[in-house]
Protein backbone atom coordinates (compact mmCIF):
# COMPACT_ATOMS: atom_id res chain seq x y z
CA UNK A 1 0.00 0.00 0.00
CA UNK A 2 2.39 2.27 1.08
CA UNK A 3 4.71 1.15 -2.14
CA UNK A 4 2.06 2.19 -4.14
CA UNK A 5 1.69 5.34 -2.56
CA UNK A 6 4.89 6.16 -3.16
CA UNK A 7 4.76 5.17 -6.50
CA UNK A 8 1.95 7.57 -7.54
CA UNK A 9 3.94 10.35 -5.90
CA UNK A 10 6.80 9.00 -8.19
CA UNK A 11 5.22 8.63 -11.14
CA UNK A 12 1.66 10.25 -11.34
CA UNK A 13 0.65 8.52 -14.52
CA UNK A 14 -3.17 8.79 -15.34
CA UNK A 15 -3.87 6.19 -18.14
CA UNK A 16 -3.74 8.39 -21.06
CA UNK A 17 -0.53 9.79 -19.50
CA UNK A 18 0.55 6.11 -19.48
CA UNK A 19 -0.22 5.73 -23.58
CA UNK A 20 1.91 8.87 -24.35
CA UNK A 21 4.74 7.03 -21.55
CA UNK A 22 4.40 3.93 -23.96
CA UNK A 23 4.17 5.60 -27.56
CA UNK A 24 7.61 7.88 -26.57
CA UNK A 25 9.31 4.52 -25.09
CA UNK A 26 8.48 2.58 -28.29
CA UNK A 27 10.11 5.54 -30.23
CA UNK A 28 13.03 5.74 -28.28
CA UNK A 29 13.70 1.85 -28.54
CA UNK A 30 13.28 2.18 -32.37
CA UNK A 31 16.07 4.75 -32.42
CA UNK A 32 18.44 3.18 -30.30
CA UNK A 33 18.06 -0.44 -31.95
CA UNK A 34 20.54 0.27 -34.62
CA UNK A 35 22.95 2.24 -32.36
CA UNK A 36 22.80 -1.11 -29.53
CA UNK A 37 23.00 -3.13 -33.03
CA UNK A 38 26.35 -1.50 -33.30
CA UNK A 39 27.54 -2.24 -30.38
CA UNK A 40 27.18 -5.93 -30.75
CA UNK A 41 28.48 -6.13 -34.10
CA UNK A 42 31.77 -4.54 -33.38
CA UNK A 43 32.82 -6.90 -30.88
CA UNK A 44 31.07 -9.86 -33.12
CA UNK A 45 34.17 -12.68 -33.69
CA UNK A 46 34.57 -13.96 -36.91
CA UNK A 47 32.53 -16.90 -36.30
CA UNK A 48 29.26 -15.33 -35.10
CA UNK A 49 29.67 -12.09 -37.88
CA UNK A 50 29.05 -15.26 -40.93
CA UNK A 51 26.36 -17.27 -38.95
CA UNK A 52 23.82 -18.01 -40.75
CA UNK A 53 20.60 -16.65 -39.35
CA UNK A 54 22.34 -13.29 -38.31
CA UNK A 55 21.96 -13.23 -34.80
CA UNK A 56 21.22 -9.56 -33.63
CA UNK A 57 23.23 -10.03 -29.71
CA UNK A 58 26.49 -11.09 -29.63
CA UNK A 59 27.43 -14.03 -27.50
CA UNK A 60 31.15 -14.12 -27.17
CA UNK A 61 32.14 -11.31 -27.13
CA UNK A 62 35.98 -10.21 -28.31
CA UNK A 63 37.96 -7.45 -29.58
CA UNK A 64 39.11 -9.15 -32.84
CA UNK A 65 37.45 -6.58 -35.02
CA UNK A 66 39.14 -3.68 -33.55
CA UNK A 67 43.01 -5.73 -33.23
CA UNK A 68 41.55 -6.18 -37.55
CA UNK A 69 41.01 -2.58 -37.57
CA UNK A 70 44.18 -1.63 -35.67
CA UNK A 71 46.40 -4.54 -36.95
CA UNK A 72 45.67 -5.97 -39.95
CA UNK A 73 44.55 -2.90 -42.01
CA UNK A 74 48.21 -2.18 -41.81
CA UNK A 75 48.56 -3.75 -44.71
CA UNK A 76 46.89 -1.17 -46.35
CA UNK A 77 48.40 2.06 -47.50
CA UNK A 78 48.27 3.57 -44.24
CA UNK A 79 48.38 2.51 -40.50
CA UNK A 80 44.70 3.70 -38.91
CA UNK A 81 46.25 5.34 -36.15
CA UNK A 82 47.00 7.96 -38.94
CA UNK A 83 43.81 8.30 -39.63
CA UNK A 84 42.84 8.44 -35.76
CA UNK A 85 45.42 11.50 -35.39
CA UNK A 86 44.27 13.37 -38.35
CA UNK A 87 40.84 13.22 -36.65
CA UNK A 88 42.02 14.61 -33.45
CA UNK A 89 43.86 17.02 -34.35
CA UNK A 90 41.87 18.75 -36.68
CA UNK A 91 38.64 18.28 -34.41
CA UNK A 92 40.59 19.79 -31.48
CA UNK A 93 41.56 22.96 -32.68
CA UNK A 94 38.97 23.17 -34.73
CA UNK A 95 36.73 23.47 -31.47
CA UNK A 96 38.94 25.58 -30.07
CA UNK A 97 39.03 28.46 -32.90
CA UNK A 98 35.17 27.59 -33.74
CA UNK A 99 34.15 28.56 -30.12
CA UNK A 100 37.02 31.48 -29.41
CA UNK A 101 36.01 32.93 -32.60
CA UNK A 102 31.83 32.82 -32.15
CA UNK A 103 32.07 34.25 -28.27
CA UNK A 104 33.84 36.92 -29.79
CA UNK A 105 31.43 37.33 -32.79
CA UNK A 106 28.79 37.41 -30.32
CA UNK A 107 29.87 39.42 -27.80
CA UNK A 108 30.69 42.30 -30.18
CA UNK A 109 26.90 41.59 -31.71
CA UNK A 110 25.29 41.78 -28.57
CA UNK A 111 26.87 43.88 -26.20
CA UNK A 112 28.15 46.68 -28.72
CA UNK A 113 26.61 49.41 -30.89
CA UNK A 114 28.73 49.84 -34.47
CA UNK A 115 27.33 50.26 -38.04
CA UNK A 116 26.87 47.59 -40.17
CA UNK A 117 25.58 45.74 -36.83
CA UNK A 118 22.57 45.01 -37.88
CA UNK A 119 23.12 43.75 -41.22
CA UNK A 120 25.86 41.37 -40.34
CA UNK A 121 23.30 39.79 -37.96
CA UNK A 122 20.56 39.39 -40.81
CA UNK A 123 23.04 38.02 -43.45
CA UNK A 124 24.27 35.48 -40.54
CA UNK A 125 20.54 34.86 -39.96
CA UNK A 126 19.83 34.03 -43.93
CA UNK A 127 23.26 31.98 -44.15
CA UNK A 128 21.48 29.98 -41.38
CA UNK A 129 19.38 29.24 -44.20
CA UNK A 130 21.49 27.92 -46.32
CA UNK A 131 23.59 24.59 -45.86
CA UNK A 132 27.78 25.18 -47.18
CA UNK A 133 27.03 22.18 -49.14
CA UNK A 134 24.85 23.73 -51.56
CA UNK A 135 27.82 25.38 -52.92
CA UNK A 136 30.56 22.63 -52.74
CA UNK A 137 32.14 23.42 -55.92
CA UNK A 138 32.65 27.48 -55.31
CA UNK A 139 34.29 26.33 -51.64
CA UNK A 140 36.43 24.11 -53.28
CA UNK A 141 37.66 26.38 -55.87
CA UNK A 142 38.04 28.84 -52.80
CA UNK A 143 40.29 26.08 -51.12
CA UNK A 144 42.21 25.62 -54.21
CA UNK A 145 42.88 29.24 -54.81
CA UNK A 146 44.24 29.53 -51.12
CA UNK A 147 46.37 26.80 -51.56
CA UNK A 148 44.87 25.11 -48.81
CA UNK A 149 44.78 21.76 -50.25
CA UNK A 150 46.57 18.69 -48.09
CA UNK A 151 46.99 20.82 -45.27
CA UNK A 152 45.00 20.76 -42.01
CA UNK A 153 43.89 24.61 -42.48
CA UNK A 154 42.10 23.21 -45.40
CA UNK A 155 40.25 20.69 -42.46
CA UNK A 156 40.23 23.31 -39.80
CA UNK A 157 39.28 27.02 -41.64
CA UNK A 158 36.06 25.75 -43.84
CA UNK A 159 34.45 24.57 -40.49
CA UNK A 160 35.42 27.42 -38.62
CA UNK A 161 32.11 29.67 -40.11
CA UNK A 162 29.53 28.00 -38.09
CA UNK A 163 26.87 30.60 -38.38
CA UNK A 164 24.66 28.72 -36.14
CA UNK A 165 27.19 28.76 -33.26
CA UNK A 166 27.26 32.44 -33.34
CA UNK A 167 23.76 33.11 -33.95
CA UNK A 168 23.07 30.99 -30.32
CA UNK A 169 26.14 32.67 -28.56
CA UNK A 170 24.40 35.85 -29.67
CA UNK A 171 20.97 34.83 -28.36
CA UNK A 172 22.22 33.39 -25.03
CA UNK A 173 24.48 36.43 -24.17
CA UNK A 174 21.59 39.00 -25.06
CA UNK A 175 19.63 37.67 -21.84
CA UNK A 176 22.46 38.37 -19.92
CA UNK A 177 21.69 41.43 -17.77
CA UNK A 178 23.66 44.27 -19.48
CA UNK A 179 23.90 46.19 -15.72
CA UNK A 180 26.25 43.29 -14.59
CA UNK A 181 28.84 44.68 -17.55
CA UNK A 182 28.25 48.10 -16.77
CA UNK A 183 29.06 47.68 -13.33
CA UNK A 184 32.49 46.48 -14.45
CA UNK A 185 32.69 48.99 -16.90
CA UNK A 186 31.95 51.64 -14.44
CA UNK A 187 35.34 49.79 -11.92
CA UNK A 188 37.16 51.12 -14.81
CA UNK A 189 37.43 47.17 -16.55
CA UNK A 190 38.48 47.46 -19.94
CA UNK A 191 36.21 45.43 -22.64
CA UNK A 192 38.35 42.24 -22.85
CA UNK A 193 38.49 42.10 -19.49
CA UNK A 194 34.40 42.60 -19.04
CA UNK A 195 34.61 40.13 -22.21
CA UNK A 196 36.48 37.45 -20.23
CA UNK A 197 35.60 37.87 -16.69
CA UNK A 198 32.21 38.87 -16.88
CA UNK A 199 30.25 37.80 -19.61
CA UNK A 200 32.28 34.49 -21.15
CA UNK A 201 31.58 32.82 -17.42
CA UNK A 202 27.90 34.09 -17.45
CA UNK A 203 27.51 32.03 -21.11
CA UNK A 204 29.17 28.92 -20.13
CA UNK A 205 26.02 26.98 -21.49
CA UNK A 206 25.87 28.73 -24.90
CA UNK A 207 29.60 28.09 -25.15
CA UNK A 208 29.53 24.21 -24.70
CA UNK A 209 26.48 24.19 -27.06
CA UNK A 210 28.70 25.68 -29.68
CA UNK A 211 31.34 23.18 -28.93
CA UNK A 212 29.04 20.51 -29.26
CA UNK A 213 28.06 21.72 -32.39
CA UNK A 214 31.12 21.90 -33.81
CA UNK A 215 32.11 18.57 -32.53
CA UNK A 216 29.26 17.06 -34.33
CA UNK A 217 30.00 19.08 -37.52
CA UNK A 218 34.00 18.08 -37.89
CA UNK A 219 34.43 14.92 -36.30
CA UNK A 220 31.66 12.69 -38.97
CA UNK A 221 32.67 14.99 -41.87
CA UNK A 222 33.77 13.67 -44.28
CA UNK A 223 33.79 16.37 -47.05
CA UNK A 224 36.88 18.27 -46.62
CA UNK A 225 39.11 14.82 -47.12
CA UNK A 226 37.35 13.64 -49.98
CA UNK A 227 37.20 17.37 -51.94
CA UNK A 228 40.54 19.16 -50.78
CA UNK A 229 43.19 15.97 -49.69
CA UNK A 230 44.41 14.24 -52.59
CA UNK A 231 47.23 13.23 -50.02
CA UNK A 232 46.12 10.04 -48.26
CA UNK A 233 48.11 10.98 -45.24
CA UNK A 234 46.09 13.85 -44.87
CA UNK A 235 42.55 12.15 -44.54
CA UNK A 236 40.82 11.71 -41.64
CA UNK A 237 38.93 8.64 -39.96
CA UNK A 238 35.59 9.02 -41.22
CA UNK A 239 36.46 9.17 -44.48
CA UNK A 240 38.64 5.60 -43.60
CA UNK A 241 35.73 4.61 -42.73
CA UNK A 242 33.70 5.53 -45.64
CA UNK A 243 35.99 3.26 -48.01
CA UNK A 244 35.70 0.56 -46.12
CA UNK A 245 31.97 0.65 -46.11
CA UNK A 246 31.69 1.68 -49.96
CA UNK A 247 32.08 -1.83 -50.19
CA UNK A 248 29.77 -3.28 -48.45
CA UNK A 249 26.64 -2.82 -50.21
CA UNK A 250 26.20 -5.94 -51.53
CA UNK A 251 28.58 -8.51 -49.81
CA UNK A 252 29.68 -8.65 -45.82
CA UNK A 253 33.26 -8.62 -45.97
CA UNK A 254 35.07 -6.22 -43.53
CA UNK A 255 31.48 -5.94 -41.75
CA UNK A 256 33.05 -6.66 -38.25
CA UNK A 257 35.99 -4.04 -39.05
CA UNK A 258 33.40 -1.47 -40.12
CA UNK A 259 31.41 -1.48 -37.14
CA UNK A 260 34.11 -1.36 -35.00
CA UNK A 261 35.41 1.97 -36.32
CA UNK A 262 31.97 3.14 -36.50
CA UNK A 263 31.44 2.70 -32.77
CA UNK A 264 35.01 4.46 -32.54
CA UNK A 265 33.82 7.70 -34.56
CA UNK A 266 30.66 7.11 -32.49
CA UNK A 267 31.27 7.08 -28.85
CA UNK A 268 33.30 10.00 -28.36
CA UNK A 269 30.33 12.00 -29.59
CA UNK A 270 27.58 10.28 -27.25
CA UNK A 271 30.17 11.27 -24.62
CA UNK A 272 30.16 14.73 -25.18
CA UNK A 273 26.27 14.50 -25.59
CA UNK A 274 25.95 12.90 -22.05
CA UNK A 275 28.08 15.31 -20.38
CA UNK A 276 26.49 18.84 -21.84
CA UNK A 277 23.06 17.76 -22.50
CA UNK A 278 22.10 20.32 -19.81
CA UNK A 279 23.89 23.06 -21.50
CA UNK A 280 22.34 22.50 -24.91
CA UNK A 281 18.45 22.53 -23.55
CA UNK A 282 19.48 25.54 -21.86
CA UNK A 283 21.15 27.42 -24.71
CA UNK A 284 18.13 26.18 -26.98
CA UNK A 285 15.40 27.95 -24.68
CA UNK A 286 16.74 31.21 -26.32
CA UNK A 287 17.13 29.39 -30.43
CA UNK A 288 13.88 31.65 -31.08
CA UNK A 289 14.60 33.95 -34.76
CA UNK A 290 12.13 36.83 -34.40
CA UNK B 1 25.72 51.84 -23.21
CA UNK B 2 28.95 50.39 -24.71
CA UNK B 3 31.65 51.94 -26.84
CA UNK B 4 29.29 54.57 -28.78
CA UNK B 5 28.36 57.93 -26.72
CA UNK B 6 25.47 59.56 -28.65
CA UNK B 7 26.96 62.26 -30.65
CA UNK B 8 24.68 65.36 -29.99
CA UNK B 9 22.48 66.27 -33.03
CA UNK B 10 23.13 69.47 -33.01
CA UNK B 11 26.07 69.28 -34.94
CA UNK B 12 24.35 69.31 -38.09
CA UNK B 13 21.98 71.29 -39.36
CA UNK B 14 24.36 73.32 -41.31
CA UNK B 15 23.72 72.65 -45.14
CA UNK B 16 21.49 70.94 -46.89
CA UNK B 17 21.55 67.96 -49.82
CA UNK B 18 24.95 67.40 -50.78
CA UNK B 19 27.11 68.79 -47.72
CA UNK B 20 24.35 66.51 -45.78
CA UNK B 21 25.34 63.47 -47.39
CA UNK B 22 29.05 64.13 -46.79
CA UNK B 23 28.20 64.75 -43.03
CA UNK B 24 26.51 62.00 -42.59
CA UNK B 25 29.40 59.61 -44.50
CA UNK B 26 32.07 61.48 -42.02
CA UNK B 27 29.78 61.16 -39.32
CA UNK B 28 29.34 56.96 -39.85
CA UNK B 29 32.96 56.94 -40.44
CA UNK B 30 33.76 58.54 -37.18
CA UNK B 31 31.61 56.04 -35.46
CA UNK B 32 33.03 53.41 -37.06
CA UNK B 33 36.02 54.59 -36.04
CA UNK B 34 35.19 55.01 -32.19
CA UNK B 35 33.73 51.43 -32.63
CA UNK B 36 37.27 49.89 -33.45
CA UNK B 37 36.88 47.31 -30.90
CA UNK B 38 33.48 46.22 -31.85
CA UNK B 39 35.32 45.37 -35.46
CA UNK B 40 37.92 44.02 -33.63
CA UNK B 41 36.21 41.44 -31.90
CA UNK B 42 34.11 40.34 -34.86
CA UNK B 43 36.96 40.46 -37.04
CA UNK B 44 38.11 36.74 -37.37
CA UNK B 45 34.44 35.32 -37.49
CA UNK B 46 33.71 37.55 -40.22
CA UNK B 47 37.04 37.07 -42.26
CA UNK B 48 36.18 32.88 -41.99
CA UNK B 49 32.42 33.78 -42.69
CA UNK B 50 33.15 35.87 -45.66
CA UNK B 51 35.80 33.40 -47.21
CA UNK B 52 34.23 30.06 -47.01
CA UNK B 53 30.15 31.42 -47.00
CA UNK B 54 29.72 34.47 -49.01
CA UNK B 55 32.54 34.74 -51.29
CA UNK B 56 31.04 30.93 -52.64
CA UNK B 57 27.83 32.22 -52.43
CA UNK B 58 28.60 35.14 -54.72
CA UNK B 59 30.74 33.44 -56.86
CA UNK B 60 28.42 30.60 -57.54
CA UNK B 61 25.83 33.43 -58.52
CA UNK B 62 28.90 34.45 -61.47
CA UNK B 63 30.36 30.69 -62.47
CA UNK B 64 27.15 29.50 -63.13
CA UNK B 65 27.11 31.75 -66.20
CA UNK B 66 29.97 30.85 -67.91
CA UNK B 67 31.30 27.09 -68.60
CA UNK B 68 34.26 26.10 -66.69
CA UNK B 69 36.09 22.90 -66.23
CA UNK B 70 38.35 24.00 -63.66
CA UNK B 71 41.68 23.93 -65.89
CA UNK B 72 41.01 25.82 -69.10
CA UNK B 73 39.54 30.02 -67.73
CA UNK B 74 35.57 30.42 -67.95
CA UNK B 75 34.08 31.60 -70.52
CA UNK B 76 30.86 33.24 -70.45
CA UNK B 77 27.88 31.91 -71.84
CA UNK B 78 25.24 34.49 -70.60
CA UNK B 79 21.76 31.55 -69.59
CA UNK B 80 23.05 28.76 -71.23
CA UNK B 81 23.78 26.51 -68.29
CA UNK B 82 20.07 27.39 -67.50
CA UNK B 83 18.59 26.19 -70.65
CA UNK B 84 20.36 23.45 -70.64
CA UNK B 85 19.11 23.18 -67.30
CA UNK B 86 15.35 23.53 -68.52
CA UNK B 87 15.35 21.65 -71.80
CA UNK B 88 18.65 19.08 -72.57
CA UNK B 89 19.01 17.82 -68.89
CA UNK B 90 16.59 14.63 -68.98
CA UNK B 91 18.07 13.40 -65.95
CA UNK B 92 17.04 16.22 -64.09
CA UNK B 93 14.19 16.73 -65.29
CA UNK B 94 12.99 12.77 -65.35
CA UNK B 95 14.19 11.66 -62.08
CA UNK B 96 16.26 14.78 -59.74
CA UNK B 97 14.09 17.46 -59.32
CA UNK B 98 10.93 14.66 -59.06
CA UNK B 99 13.30 12.77 -55.73
CA UNK B 100 14.11 16.07 -54.58
CA UNK B 101 10.67 17.35 -54.53
CA UNK B 102 8.93 14.04 -53.26
CA UNK B 103 11.91 13.75 -50.30
CA UNK B 104 11.43 16.98 -49.44
CA UNK B 105 7.54 17.15 -49.33
CA UNK B 106 7.68 14.00 -47.54
CA UNK B 107 10.63 13.91 -45.08
CA UNK B 108 9.93 17.96 -44.29
CA UNK B 109 6.69 17.89 -43.03
CA UNK B 110 6.34 14.71 -41.57
CA UNK B 111 9.70 14.83 -40.04
CA UNK B 112 8.87 18.40 -38.42
CA UNK B 113 5.34 17.14 -37.07
CA UNK B 114 7.71 13.96 -35.09
CA UNK B 115 9.50 16.54 -33.73
CA UNK B 116 7.02 18.90 -32.50
CA UNK B 117 5.16 15.11 -31.41
CA UNK B 118 8.19 13.67 -29.49
CA UNK B 119 9.15 17.18 -28.03
CA UNK B 120 5.54 17.47 -26.41
CA UNK B 121 5.26 13.98 -25.57
CA UNK B 122 8.42 14.01 -23.50
CA UNK B 123 7.23 17.05 -21.88
CA UNK B 124 4.54 15.00 -20.39
CA UNK B 125 6.68 12.03 -18.86
CA UNK B 126 7.83 12.09 -15.27
CA UNK B 127 10.76 14.43 -15.29
CA UNK B 128 13.37 11.91 -14.01
CA UNK B 129 12.87 10.16 -17.59
CA UNK B 130 13.44 13.06 -19.64
CA UNK B 131 16.89 13.61 -20.25
CA UNK B 132 17.02 9.48 -20.67
CA UNK B 133 14.28 9.82 -23.21
CA UNK B 134 15.95 12.98 -25.24
CA UNK B 135 19.05 11.39 -24.89
CA UNK B 136 17.59 8.00 -26.89
CA UNK B 137 16.09 10.19 -29.24
CA UNK B 138 18.46 12.52 -30.27
CA UNK B 139 21.24 9.85 -30.48
CA UNK B 140 20.23 9.13 -34.40
CA UNK B 141 20.92 12.48 -35.01
CA UNK B 142 24.38 12.59 -34.22
CA UNK B 143 25.68 8.97 -35.46
CA UNK B 144 26.01 11.05 -38.58
CA UNK B 145 26.68 9.98 -42.21
CA UNK B 146 29.31 7.22 -42.24
CA UNK B 147 28.10 5.74 -39.37
CA UNK B 148 24.86 5.66 -40.62
CA UNK B 149 25.60 4.03 -43.58
CA UNK B 150 27.61 0.85 -41.28
CA UNK B 151 24.16 0.33 -39.60
CA UNK B 152 21.98 0.43 -42.61
CA UNK B 153 24.06 -1.05 -45.43
CA UNK B 154 24.27 -3.91 -42.94
CA UNK B 155 20.44 -3.86 -41.82
CA UNK B 156 19.45 -3.55 -45.46
CA UNK B 157 21.96 -5.38 -47.00
CA UNK B 158 20.95 -7.24 -50.15
CA UNK B 159 21.48 -10.69 -49.50
CA UNK B 160 19.38 -13.22 -46.83
CA UNK B 161 22.38 -12.05 -44.39
CA UNK B 162 20.49 -8.29 -44.42
CA UNK B 163 18.41 -8.33 -41.08
CA UNK B 164 15.23 -7.11 -43.24
CA UNK B 165 15.64 -9.63 -45.43
CA UNK B 166 16.22 -12.29 -42.79
CA UNK B 167 13.53 -11.64 -41.26
CA UNK B 168 11.26 -11.43 -44.58
CA UNK B 169 12.48 -14.93 -45.78
CA UNK B 170 11.68 -16.35 -41.91
CA UNK B 171 8.40 -15.06 -42.09
CA UNK B 172 7.70 -16.38 -45.61
CA UNK B 173 6.47 -13.05 -46.86
CA UNK B 174 9.13 -13.30 -49.67
CA UNK B 175 11.12 -16.18 -51.02
CA UNK B 176 14.15 -14.87 -52.70
CA UNK B 177 15.92 -11.63 -50.93
CA UNK B 178 15.38 -8.16 -52.20
CA UNK B 179 18.53 -6.05 -52.81
CA UNK B 180 16.98 -2.98 -50.98
CA UNK B 181 19.86 -0.60 -52.11
CA UNK B 182 20.44 -1.15 -55.19
CA UNK B 183 16.61 -1.89 -56.90
CA UNK B 184 15.13 1.42 -57.89
CA UNK B 185 11.79 0.80 -56.56
CA UNK B 186 13.05 0.35 -52.50
CA UNK B 187 16.10 2.92 -52.64
CA UNK B 188 13.94 5.49 -51.89
CA UNK B 189 11.89 4.09 -49.46
CA UNK B 190 15.21 3.41 -47.28
CA UNK B 191 16.68 6.51 -47.38
CA UNK B 192 13.11 8.25 -46.26
CA UNK B 193 12.88 6.04 -43.67
CA UNK B 194 16.82 6.68 -42.50
CA UNK B 195 16.33 9.97 -42.59
CA UNK B 196 13.46 10.30 -40.68
CA UNK B 197 15.15 7.92 -38.06
CA UNK B 198 18.00 10.55 -37.88
CA UNK B 199 16.23 13.69 -37.85
CA UNK B 200 15.33 14.39 -34.23
CA UNK B 201 18.53 16.95 -34.06
CA UNK B 202 19.18 20.77 -33.00
CA UNK B 203 15.44 20.98 -34.20
CA UNK B 204 13.97 18.76 -31.71
CA UNK B 205 16.04 19.79 -28.58
CA UNK B 206 15.36 23.24 -29.46
CA UNK B 207 11.46 23.05 -29.94
CA UNK B 208 11.59 20.93 -26.50
CA UNK B 209 13.78 23.87 -25.03
CA UNK B 210 10.52 26.11 -26.29
CA UNK B 211 7.99 24.15 -24.90
CA UNK B 212 9.31 24.43 -21.23
CA UNK B 213 9.61 28.22 -21.07
CA UNK B 214 6.29 28.63 -21.91
CA UNK B 215 4.52 30.20 -19.03
CA UNK B 216 2.35 27.81 -17.12
CA UNK B 217 -0.05 30.82 -16.09
CA UNK B 218 -0.84 30.89 -19.74
CA UNK B 219 -2.34 27.71 -19.98
CA UNK B 220 -4.16 28.67 -16.40
CA UNK B 221 -5.78 31.51 -18.22
CA UNK B 222 -6.36 29.17 -20.96
CA UNK B 223 -8.37 26.69 -19.14
CA UNK B 224 -10.55 29.59 -17.77
CA UNK B 225 -11.17 31.02 -21.27
CA UNK B 226 -12.65 27.71 -21.99
CA UNK B 227 -10.11 25.41 -23.71
CA UNK B 228 -11.34 21.98 -22.83
CA UNK B 229 -8.68 19.69 -24.14
CA UNK B 230 -4.81 19.24 -24.99
CA UNK B 231 -5.56 19.64 -28.83
CA UNK B 232 -6.57 23.14 -28.15
CA UNK B 233 -3.92 24.18 -25.69
CA UNK B 234 -0.97 23.36 -28.03
CA UNK B 235 -3.20 25.21 -30.93
CA UNK B 236 -3.80 28.36 -29.17
CA UNK B 237 -1.63 28.39 -26.80
CA UNK B 238 1.70 26.37 -27.29
CA UNK B 239 2.12 26.73 -30.72
CA UNK B 240 1.46 30.64 -30.20
CA UNK B 241 3.67 31.07 -27.52
CA UNK B 242 6.88 29.50 -28.69
CA UNK B 243 6.89 30.24 -32.22
CA UNK B 244 10.82 31.88 -32.16
CA UNK B 245 11.52 28.41 -31.63
CA UNK B 246 8.96 26.84 -34.49
CA UNK B 247 10.58 29.48 -36.81
CA UNK B 248 14.33 28.45 -35.86
CA UNK B 249 13.48 24.55 -35.77
CA UNK B 250 11.80 24.16 -39.08
CA UNK B 251 15.07 26.73 -40.75
CA UNK B 252 16.97 23.63 -39.14
CA UNK B 253 14.46 20.66 -40.43
CA UNK B 254 14.94 22.35 -43.84
CA UNK B 255 18.78 22.69 -43.91
CA UNK B 256 18.96 19.09 -43.02
CA UNK B 257 16.47 17.92 -45.10
CA UNK B 258 18.40 19.18 -48.56
CA UNK B 259 21.54 18.20 -46.94
CA UNK B 260 20.52 14.68 -46.29
CA UNK B 261 19.66 13.96 -49.70
CA UNK B 262 23.19 12.66 -49.98
CA UNK B 263 21.91 9.21 -48.07
CA UNK B 264 21.22 7.99 -51.39
CA UNK B 265 24.41 7.95 -52.72
CA UNK B 266 26.43 6.07 -49.60
CA UNK B 267 23.74 3.49 -49.18
CA UNK B 268 23.76 2.12 -52.47
CA UNK B 269 27.56 3.06 -52.91
CA UNK B 270 27.67 4.44 -56.27
CA UNK B 271 26.87 7.83 -58.09
CA UNK B 272 24.54 8.03 -59.83
CA UNK B 273 22.47 6.09 -57.86
CA UNK B 274 20.97 2.72 -59.43
CA UNK B 275 18.72 3.85 -62.40
CA UNK B 276 18.82 7.35 -60.91
CA UNK B 277 16.26 6.15 -58.35
CA UNK B 278 17.77 8.16 -55.28
CA UNK B 279 18.96 10.68 -56.59
CA UNK B 280 19.08 14.00 -55.35
CA UNK B 281 19.62 17.90 -56.40
CA UNK B 282 23.17 17.31 -54.00
CA UNK B 283 23.99 14.34 -56.18
CA UNK B 284 23.64 15.73 -59.28
CA UNK B 285 25.24 18.51 -58.28
CA UNK B 286 28.44 15.82 -57.57
CA UNK B 287 28.42 14.30 -60.41
CA UNK B 288 28.42 16.91 -62.78
CA UNK B 289 30.84 18.89 -60.72
CA UNK B 290 33.74 15.95 -59.49
CA UNK B 291 32.80 13.49 -61.61
CA UNK B 292 32.22 15.25 -65.05
CA UNK B 293 33.93 18.32 -63.97
CA UNK B 294 31.45 20.77 -65.56
CA UNK B 295 31.73 23.10 -62.85
CA UNK B 296 29.94 25.74 -64.64
CA UNK B 297 26.97 23.80 -65.01
CA UNK B 298 27.37 22.59 -61.77
CA UNK B 299 27.09 25.66 -59.83
CA UNK B 300 24.06 26.48 -61.71
CA UNK B 301 22.93 23.44 -60.05
CA UNK B 302 23.72 25.05 -56.85
CA UNK B 303 22.66 28.02 -56.95
CA UNK B 304 19.12 26.50 -57.91
CA UNK B 305 19.69 24.71 -54.52
CA UNK B 306 20.48 28.04 -52.74
CA UNK B 307 17.86 29.65 -54.71
CA UNK B 308 15.13 26.74 -53.37
CA UNK B 309 16.50 26.62 -49.98
CA UNK B 310 15.72 30.68 -49.66
CA UNK B 311 12.27 30.22 -51.14
CA UNK B 312 11.20 27.01 -48.66
CA UNK B 313 12.54 29.30 -45.61
CA UNK B 314 11.10 32.16 -46.64
CA UNK B 315 7.57 30.16 -46.83
CA UNK B 316 8.10 29.37 -43.05
CA UNK B 317 8.74 32.67 -42.04
CA UNK B 318 5.17 33.79 -43.77
CA UNK B 319 3.76 30.97 -41.80
CA UNK B 320 5.78 30.88 -38.55
CA UNK B 321 7.18 34.18 -37.85
CA UNK B 322 5.97 36.80 -35.38
CA UNK B 323 4.18 39.44 -37.30
CA UNK B 324 5.07 43.21 -36.20
CA UNK B 325 2.02 43.29 -33.62
CA UNK B 326 2.71 40.54 -31.63
Given at each position: MLLKKRLKKLYPLTVPDGLRLLFVTLYAIMSVIPIIYIFNTAFKPLSELFLYPPRFFVNNPSFHNFYDLFFALKLSVLPFSRYVFNSVVVTAITIIAAVVISTMGAYSLSRMRFPGKDWIFSVIIISLMFSPEAVKITRYLVVTKLGLMNSYSGHILPHLALPICIFLIKQFM????RELSEAAKIDGASEWRIFATVVVPNVKPAIGTAAILTFQAVWGDTETSTYFMTDESMKTLPYFVQTMTGGLTTVVARQGASAAAGLLLFIPNLIIFVILQRCMINTLVNSGIK | MNGATEIPAAKGKIGMGRRRLANKAAFVWDDMKRNKLAYLFLAPFLLCFFIFIIVPVLSASLLAFTRFNSIEAPVFVGLHNFKVMFTEDIVLMKYVIANTFFFAVFVGPVGYALQFLMAWLILQIPKKLRSLYTMAIYVPSIAGGVMMSVIWVIAFSGDRYGYLNQFLLYCGFIDTPIAFTQSSGYLMGVMIFVTLWSSMGVGFLSLQAGMMTVDPQLYEAGKMDGIRNRIQEIWYITIPAMKPQMLFSAVMGIVGALKAGGIGVQLSGTNPTPNYAGQMLQNHIEDFGFIRYELGYATALSLMLLVLMYIINRACFRLLGTKEDE
Open positions: DQIP | -
